[in-house]
């Protein structure tokens, strides 16, 4: 049963911490909290997990206050625990900050609240790194912040520019790591609604239902912004800022990618993890990694050209055999590992009309391949079904020919039974 304070009881409570300035958002680096449960009510949580959409079976949790930050603002949720409780979702509903969870709490019982520190500050270091990033952009060449992305592995800001050169990205970098260097504050404030500061202070990352008092994040002598989420305190505590290229985004515009903070270190880490295997595999040193890898393309590209003339080539004596057997039947089998749909086509246009059935397949044995049946209309009309159901396959077909591809090669002996079968018929011995 969901146990809720009066709606009085609720503004009082949510003038008492701010609506838009949770705990979370107060002091972004706190950990811990205590608090008391609002509500609990059943709730279903729909996740897309491996691929697979799922949904989940819970309940919404509403807290008097929260260290635990909503989505909003263009920052992903926190994750973390209530007790010992999990929290999968934190949304934002209104002035009202939503966790969900798997497990039941009482309404007015006080919980401890813990926050997944690592996802936390990677998230400030993100964030504060982007609202660093923006201003700079803006004021050396001009390009304005349209929007942008934390995601999970790089982030991303849109520029209203259709293209930035290799100079410019580099200075941009450089300007923002010496502003990192120069250990300047970030300060949060929070204004009323009411304020006239208001007005002289960019809508920045601020949702658009947003309710309460409105917090500036100031970055001393270079950007303030309204903004919603969890920052860092001072620009040293972004360690440094990778901005790793451009990639073309919408109409005349382009998508900066960059990293902040740890993500640096660790991206540093997977590429000097990435350098040594190559050094491994390939036996030079990393600066002829890209030469090498070239020449090796060229050499795959080669020998795939040779590779494509050669089962041609096998193709065309295969069927040439074939055509010179004077004891040749009404059927013809033929599987081959290496072939592709080419290496079977060439095949069944020179002998499909020598046989009453062509039955070809290529790839692994037991497991995946393609398959072709070829020859007469309506055995191929009639047996084209059958043998992608007895290779638990899937084809379609026109003019005397059916292929596709098989799961089950291992099957082919049924189908070569099925074909038999069918060319032993009365009808099939008159055609």
């Known amino acids: 049963v969901s146990v809720r304070p009066s709606v009085s009881e609720r503004r009082l409570a949510i003038r008492s911490f701010g609506a838009m300035a949770f705990v979370c958002q107060r002091d972004s680096y706190l950990r ?10 059943p709730a279903e949580l729909k996740t897309f997990y491996n691929g697979k959409k799922e949904t989940l079976k819970g309940f919404d949790v509403i807290l008097e206050d929260t260290v ?44 401890q609240l813990k926050v997944d520190w690592e996802r ?8 504060s790194g982007q609202h660093l990033i923006t201003p700079l952009a803006e004021s050396m060449f001009g390009y304005k912040t349209t929007s942008w992305e934390l995601g999970r592995q790089r982030g991303y800001i849109e520029l209203d520019t259709p293209s930035m050169s290799a100079e410019q990205l580099e200075a941009l ?81 382009i998508n900066l990618v960059f990293l902040a903070g740890n993500r640096v270190l660790k991206y540093a880490e997977k590429s000097f993890t990435m350098e040594k295997a190559l050094t491994s595999l ?11 890898v070239e020449k090796l393309q060229k050499s795959a590209k080669l020998l795939q050209k040779n590779n494509v003339s ?42 499909s009309t020598e046989v009453v059935l062509l039955f ?37 077909g026109k003019q005397g020919r059916y292929q596709g591809k098989a799961n089950k090669m291992s099957k082919r002996p049924k189908v070569e039974a099925l074909l038999q079968q069918y060319v032993c018929k009365p009808d099939a011995q008159e055609e």
Request: charged share 30%; glycine share 10%; hydrophobic share 35%.
């Open 32 to 41: 811990e909290f205590e608090t008391t449960v609002v509500s609990c009510t």
């Open 68 to 111: 635990l930050f909503p989505e909003g603002g263009g920052q992903p949720d926190d994750r973390g625990f209530i007790n010992d409780i999990p929290v999968l979702r934190v949304m934002r509903n209104g002035a009202e900050a939503v966790h969900f969870v798997q497990s039941p709490l009482e309404p007015l019982s006080k919980v």
């Open 120 to 127: 936390r500050f990677d998230h400030m270091q993100q964030h």
């Open 173 to 253: 970098e450089k300007a923002v790591n010496e502003k990192i260097r120069q250990h300047i504050p970030v300060n949060v404030r929070v204004l009323s609604l009411d304020d006239p500061e208001n007005e002289q202070v960019s809508d920045g990352d601020l949702p658009d239902d947003r309710a309460g008092p409105i917090r500036i994040i100031d970055i001393v002598g270079i950007d303030e912004n309204k903004c919603c989420g969890t920052h860092v305190s001072n620009l040293s505590h972004l360690q440094a800022i990778k901005l790793l290229g451009t990639e073309k985004g919408k109409k005349k515009k």
């Open 282 to 292: 390939l036996k030079n040193g990393p600066e002829e990694h890209l030469d090498v």
């Open 310 to 351: 050669l089962l041609k080539d096998l193709a065309l004596l295969t069927a040439q055999s074939f055509k010179s057997d004077p004891n040749k039947g009404k059927i013809f089998v033929m599987h081959r590992k290496e072939g592709d749909s080419d290496f079977m086509n060439i095949i069944a246009n020179e002998i």
């Open 360 to 396: 070809l397949t290529v790839g692994d044995e037991k497991g995946a391949g393609l398959f072709l049946l070829a020859g007469q209309v309506d055995a191929v009309e009639a047996l084209g079904p059958k043998v992608a159901e007895t290779l638990d396959g899937k084809g379609a």
